[in-house]
C-alpha cells in the first residue's frame, strides 16, 4: 500500500506526510478577506483544503481544520500600504466596516456550503483574536525583531535569518529589485507592519483597538500567526492557500511566528495554483471575476464547479470555461447515476454459492473491486492526483457495469469504494429530494398512482409533463428516480 506524499512548497518536492501527533492532523487555511463576495478563484484554494483534509480522513487521520475569517487590516497594497480593503468598501456602500464584514462573511459562508465544503474546527475572525496578536507583538518586541515607527510597529526581516526560505525572495534579491519605498520610516523594504497606529493616514480607522503603542489595529499577517496558534499550538502539519499568499503573506507568517516561538511554524506549505481566464488571471481589479451566483444563474450545480476543480491536479493552472463546466456537469451526472445503479444492485444467488466459500478467507475490499480501490488510494497518495482517481472511478463504472453476478464480498466492496470516493470527492452525493421543485414533486405523486394502478398512457403523459419542466424520472426498482435535465 502507498504512503500520502505531498508537494511541500518549502522544500520544493514531494514528501511522505507525517505528522507531529500521531494520527492528528493540525491544518490551517488562510480564509477570505470578506470586503466583497469571493471569486471562483478564491474557492479554488479553499476547495484544496477541503479536498486534503477529506483524503486525510478516508486515510484515517482526525484533522482540526482552522480556517480563518480577515474582517480587518487586509490593506490594499498587501503589505503596510493604502486603505484598509474592508474600509474601504464600506465607504463605497455608505455603511460602517463591520456591517460589510458580516455581509460578505454570511455571502462566503452559504457558497462554502453549496460548493459541499466541510465546516472546519474553528472559523475564527481576526476582530476577536486581538488580544492574541498584540501579545505576539509584545513577544516580538521584546525579544528584538521589531522597531516602532510614526505610523506602526514594523518586523525586521534582517533579524530573521530564514526570511526568503518559502518563496524564494531573500533579502538579497529583494533589495536588488525593490521600489521606490512611499514610507521612508522603513529599515529595509521589505519590512511588514505587525501593528498599524491610528495617525495620518489611518487616524480615520473605524475599527481600532488600544494596545502599548496607542490605539491602532493589526495587520494582516500577524493574525493568521495569531489565529493558528490560538488553535493549533506553535506548529503546524500543514498550512495552505492560493500560490498568491506564498508572497509576502506566508513568508511573513513564517517568520514572525519563528521568532516568537523558536520552533517550525509548519511541516507542510501546500499552495494551490490560480485559475485563469483564457489567458488572464482572475482577479478583481481586472475585472474578469465569475461568483458562484453566476455559476447558478448558468443554470449549473456549484458542485459541477466542484467538480471541474478537482478534475485537474491542484498544481496546475486551470483554464476556466463555460465548456469545462458543462462537460463536468454531465461526467458528475454520470459517477452519481452510476452510484445510484450500484445502490440498487442485489447479490446473485448462484454467485452465493459459488463464490462465497472461496471469498470468506478473503478481505472485502480483495478480488477485481480491490484493484480499483489500491490504485483510487494510490492516485491520491500521490499528491492528491485526483484526474487519475477520476479516471479509476470511470474504469471501475464500465467494469462493474458488465458484472452479472455480484457476491456479497464483491458488493461490499464496491459499496466501500463508492463511499471513499464520495467523501473524497464530495460532489457525488445522490441529489436532494427537496431540490425537486414542488410542482414536479406533485406530478410525481400522480405518476406514482397512475403506475400502481397499471395506467401507463396517463404515467406516460406525466412523464412528459415532468420532462417540460426540465426533470427526467427513471424507474428504479418500482420507484420513481427524478433528477434534473
Ligand atoms: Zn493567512
Redesign the pocket.
Known sequence: MSSLHLYNTLTKKEEEFTTIEEGKVRMYT??PTVYGRPHIGNYSSFLMADLIRRWLEVSGYEVLHVK?I?DVGHLVADQNEGEDKIEKQAKQEKTDPLAVAKKYEAMYLEDEAALGMLEPFKRPRATETIKEMIELVNTLEEKGFTYETEDGIYFSVEKFADYGKLSGNTLDNLSAGSRVEVNDEKKHPADFALWKKCVGENAHHILRWDSPWGEGFPG??I??SAMSMKFLGDELDIHT?GED?IFP??EC?IAQSESVTGKSFSRFWIHRRRIDMGSEKMSKSLGNVLSIVDVIEKGYSPLDLRYLFLSVHYRTNLKFSWKGVDDSKKARRKVVEWMGEVGSLKESKDAKETKEKKEKQEHPSSGAVGKYTEKFIDAMNSDLNTPQALAVIFDCMSWSRNQKDWSHNALEALNDFIAMARHTFGCFEPEEVSDVPAEVRALLDERKVARDDKDFKTSDKLRDQIKELGWEVRDEEGEQVVRKM
Open positions: 488562510c480564509g480563518n480577515t494582516w499577517h493574525e493568521c492557500g499568499n503573506h506566508h507568517e
